[in-house]
T-cell receptor, first 115, second 112 residues
Framework: GAGVSQSPRYKVAKRGQDVALRCDPI?????LFWYQQALGQGPEFLTY????????KSGLPSDRFFAERPEGSVSTLKIQRTQQEDSAVYLC?????????????FGPGTRLTVT | KQEVTQIPAALSVPEGENLVLNCSFT??????LQWFRQDPGKGLTSLLL?????REQTSGRLNASLDKSSGRSTLYIAASQPGDSATYLC???????????FGAGTILRVKS
């Protein structure tokens, strides 16, 4: 079956532009996570959804970052007024059950470059 | 705050060698530990997941061990192959948390 998909795969934005990154989780997966991976680093947690509820957004670096999952399926990560430090790969992961005791399945990521 | 460290940062070995990747973490109150593989331009693939009550997990040529009390895990790769070339990441989930905390990874190159 299809895995986690993300679009676009690559995005170049000029500083100050708004961007929207999309994640399509595996069908039926309850939990959805967003991570940010800077060059040469491991992924860092941004936010977590259980169905449509955003249960943890402690990793969002500023109020310019906003995530939603209105129908408990597709999720969008929005970054307003992008800055150069936002350049990174944004990874989405989904998990079939509630909580984090279960394996997370990762998408290929969106590479964002802010010029 | 959990911190995960991986050593070495990069490793280059000839094909056929056995190798060990190291991972250490500062807070031993983990729920589980996972090893992932990341290929360029692709997402993460889970290799092995070790629950906090377990000491090791094996899958094919891979064996991961966990010493929770000392905050250490190792990933052993037997008879390495060029196809094993990738970045290997370890990550923990805390007993009281809901997110993976990753190390920076080890970049492995297996030369043919």
């Amino acid at each position: 079956g299809a895995g986690v998909s993300q679009s676009p795969r690559y995005k170049v934005a000029k500083r100050g532009q708004d961007v929207a990154l999309r994640c399509d989780p595996i069908s039926g997966h309850v939990s959805l996570f967003w991570y940010q991976q800077a060059l040469g680093q491991g992924p860092e947690f941004l936010t977590y959804f259980q169905n449509e509820a955003q249960l943890d957004k402690s990793g969002l670096p500023s109020d310019r970052f906003f995530a939603e999952r209105p129908e408990g399926s597709v999720s969008t990560l929005k970054i307003q007024r992008t800055q150069q430090e936002d350049s990174a790969v944004y990874l989405c992961a989904s998990s079939p059950r509630r909580g984090v005791a279960y394996e997370q399945y990762f998408g290929p990521g969106t590479r964002l470059t802010v010029t | 705050k959990q911190e995960v460290t991986q050593i070495p940062a990069a490793l280059s070995v000839p094909e056929g060698e056995n190798l060990v990747l190291n991972c250490s973490f500062t807070d031993s109150a983990i729920y589980n530990l996972q090893w992932f593989r990341q290929d360029p331009g692709k997402g993460l693939t889970s290799l092995l997941l070790i629950q906090s009550s377990q000491r090791e997990q094996t899958s094919g040529r891979l064996n991961a061990s966990l010493d929770k009390s000392s905050g250490r895990s190792t990933l052993y790769i037997a008879a390495s192959q060029p196809g094993d070339s990738a970045t290997y990441l370890c990550a923990t989930i805390m007993e009281y948390g809901n997110k993976l905390v990753f190390g920076a990874g080890t970049i492995l190159r297996v030369k043919s």
